[in-house]
């Protein structure tokens, strides 16, 4: 989960070249090119990855690298993986799916289904909307538990309720004033979204999530762990953040509750392809309740801003519109990106994060692996036309890199 930026989907239509504008005429997927580029990714220096990539009936998954550094193990592309933030789509569908049934409403005041939970008056002016498109300006619960280094240890197995992270992060001061834009990304809006879905079904979040959009979805490999360990066969997770954990340690275990309904959900590629086709062809939500995650405002993004929408990060490619979202953990990072209307896709996981040095101003210098992750989406999301840029190297950095960011200082 860690503390995201949502910088990195919009921005891909300014980083992959005008030469993928051609790829629009369906044409088959290029297995060869998708399987050299993901290897490249592994050969650049990421321990492991996997991708799933579909073009309407067609699909193609593979595998790059080694799950386990010590054993040699290598990853194969059904593992199951923390995809952190992507979490939070799945959140804003069950939330929105009560706007859908009349028992919350977008534009009212979070005290009047939280009453006292916002004490300093903020809770008569954030909406529940303002919680899912990150306007509130509540800070983000994230960056005041992991501080130092040492954080990452010590509340490894601290089991946490998600009413101590929100008082945690309003007792911090407020980022702006709520519904201002730019809106400021807070992992702690997305716990209160979680609370708010308690209060108004009666059940824990986890479950109505699991029974009404991940079950609803036919999601077979997709869940919110139990236990700090990994329910199924999955890659270890190295962390290296940025150089100060040298070399990168293995943090696949850990406990849930630091995330919840912001950032604890496990995955496989293909179910996060299948998940957000349903959810852009209008079979998880109906075509208002969609239209309104689509609904995007300016987000704070780095030296920038650039669009988030309800749970729903907007990337406008060469090749169309695509929809998605980003997510990144402990040594865990995904991306996921479906097109508008549901035909192509690209959901990429990898098992190691904070590999990249940062500079004087603490921005990540660009690595090897940035290009290699750059020249495989290229190939995945804009089709085979793409290939010849890819493969001249003249993909720039995946954004990625630039949304899920430590804000641990030496």
Request: hydrophobic fraction near 40%; include cysteine.
């Amino acid at each position: 989960m860690r503390r995201a930026i949502i910088a990195g989907l919009a921005a891909l239509s300014v980083l992959l070249p005008a030469t993928a504008a051609a790829a629009q005429d369906g044409s088959a997927l290029d297995r060869q090119q998708l399987r050299r580029t993901l290897e490249a990714v592994h050969e650049a220096g990421m321990y492991g990855t996997y991708s799933h990539v579909v073009d309407g009936r067609q699909s193609w998954r593979g595998a790059a690298g080694i799950a386990d550094v010590e054993t040699g193990r290598p990853v194969h592309p059904g593992l199951v993986h923390r995809v952190g933030s992507i979490t939070k789509t799945f959140t804003a569908v069950a939330v929105l799916q009560q706007v859908g049934k009349g028992t919350i409403d977008l534009d009212a005041p979070v005290d009047r289904y939280l009453p006292g939970l916002i004490q300093d008056g903020r809770g008569r002016q954030i909406t529940a909307r303002m919680l899912l498109n990150h306007t509130s300006h509540i800070s983000d619960y994230d960056h005041l538990v992991f501080q130092r280094v040492e954080d990452v240890d010590a509340h490894r197995f601290r089991v946490w309720r998600p009413e101590e992270l929100v008082s945690l992060a309003l007792a911090a001061p407020a980022t702006g004033r709520p519904g201002v834009t730019p809106g400021e990304y807070s992992n702690t809006n997305y716990l209160i979204a979680g609370l708010l879905l308690e209060k108004v079904t009666g059940v824990k979040a986890e479950r109505y999530i699991t029974d009404h959009v991940i079950r609803k979805a036919g999601l077979r490999h997709t869940s919110f762990p139990r236990t700090p360990y990994l329910p199924g066969p999955h890659s270890r997770a190295y962390e290296g953040l940025n150089g100060l954990i040298d070399p990168p340690r293995d943090y696949s275990v850990y406990d849930p509750s630091i995330a919840w309904t912001a950032g604890a959900i496990v995955s496989t590629m293909a179910d996060l392809n299948r998940f957000y086709r349903l959810l852009l062809r209008g079979e998880l939500l109906d075509a208002r309740l969609l239209a309104e995650m689509q609904r995007t405002v300016p987000l704070r993004a780095g030296d920038g801003t650039s669009g988030y929408g309800l749970g729903l990060v907007p990337a406008d490619l060469p090749c169309g519109r695509f929809w998605g979202h980003e997510g990144g953990v402990f040594g865990m990072t995904t991306v996921s990106v479906t097109s508008a209307d549901g035909d192509r896709q690209l959901s990429i996981g990898f098992n190691l994060t904070g590999y990249q040095r940062v500079d004087e101003g603490g921005n990540p210098v660009p690595h090897p692996i940035d290009a290699a992750v750059a020249a495989h989406a290229q190939v995945a999301t804009c089709g085979a036309e793409s290939a010849p840029a890819a493969a001249a190297g003249t993909a720039q950095p995946f954004p990625r890199l630039q949304l899920d960011r430590m804000p641990i200082e030496r």
